[in-house]
């Protein structure tokens, strides 16, 4: 069993869908957890939520100067497409380019400025595991098709950032893993695959039928891996990319 008591842990993104499942798994096994998202509120298994953009660096500074250097950070703060974007319903040559430079902005630069500040204090500290999330979309192109059912003209398109930034992100963890390795940080990116929520029953038809496993993730599936990644279960684990994907990519 993975056991993280006594250790500190710093989520971001962590009032969406899944950084709650997240926190409430390194909760779970006995991690102080810092929960941080763009606005106050209540997570399961933190003391509230602190108030950071991964994209301002002071923010940043100022929380690393109250908690200090995390045992386990995990980079969750992610966009598929600008909140007030309306790249749904856009013909590909029409997807606005600050859009597409907000999506890698957000995903790569701003996993890049969180591990730059928390895990440099990781590294001076020492020790500590870094997971960045990831996705399938980092290794395989989304399939139009999978879409193509909703009544939209032009057809929904995913972001054609996100895959691109979400294999930014293993890019960075490779990175990383590299760097700090010998200094006793180790650095892994999880990558689900679908993940069940709110999706209509056509996409779930297509998408469950595509994957080996038959089924899309639930949060029980994701938190073993988490577990995994960030406890000593993985000590001599650097520089992977754990795909929890149900066989989707394989
Ligand atoms: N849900 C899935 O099916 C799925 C699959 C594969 C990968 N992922 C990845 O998992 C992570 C979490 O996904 P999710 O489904 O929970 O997304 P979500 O949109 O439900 O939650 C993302 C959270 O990140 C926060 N956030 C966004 N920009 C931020 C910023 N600049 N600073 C701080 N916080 C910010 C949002 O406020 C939100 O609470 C993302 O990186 C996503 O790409 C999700």
Redesign the pocket.
């Known amino acids: 069993m993975a056991d993280l008591s006594g250790r500190l842990a710093l989520v ?8 709650p499942v997240w926190i409430g798994a390194l909760a779970g096994a006995g991690a102080r957890v810092i929960a ?4 106050a509120g209540e997570v399961e298994g933190a003391k509230g939520i602190e108030v ?4 301002d660096r002071d923010a940043l500074l100022a929380l690393r100067e109250r908690i200090g250097a995390p045992d386990v950070l995990v980079n ?5 497409q600008p909140p007030s974007g309306d790249a749904r319903s856009l013909a590909i040559e029409d997807v606005p380019f600050d859009d597409f430079r907000r999506v890698l902005d ?2 790569v630069a ?1 996993t890049f400025l969180v591990t730059q500040v928390f895990g440099s204090a990781m590294r001076d500290a020492g020790r500590g595991s870094i997971v960045n ?1 990831g ?2 979309y980092a290794t395989i192109a989304p399939d139009p098709g999978m879409y193509d059912h909703l009544d939209l003209d032009p057809p929904f398109l995913k972001p054609p950032a996100y895959g691109a930034s ?1 294999a930014g992100v293993v890019s960075l963890t490779r990175y990383f893993a590299r760097l700090w390795g010998p200094h006793g940080v180790r650095v892994n990116a999880l990558s ?4 069940l929520g709110g999706q209509d029953p056509e996409f779930l038809r297509k998408f469950t039928a595509r994957t080996p496993l038959r089924r899309l993730a639930e949060g029980g599936d994701l938190t073993g891996p988490l577990l995994f990644l960030t406890s000593d279960e993985s000590s001599y684990v650097t520089g992977h990319e754990l795909r929890v994907d149900g066989g989707f990519t394989a």
């Open positions: 971001t993104g962590a009032s969406g869908k899944l950084g941080v998202d763009l606005h950071a953009d991964v994209m969750n703060a992610g966009i598929d957000v995903n701003g999330i996705s399938l979400k689900p695959g679908g993940v």
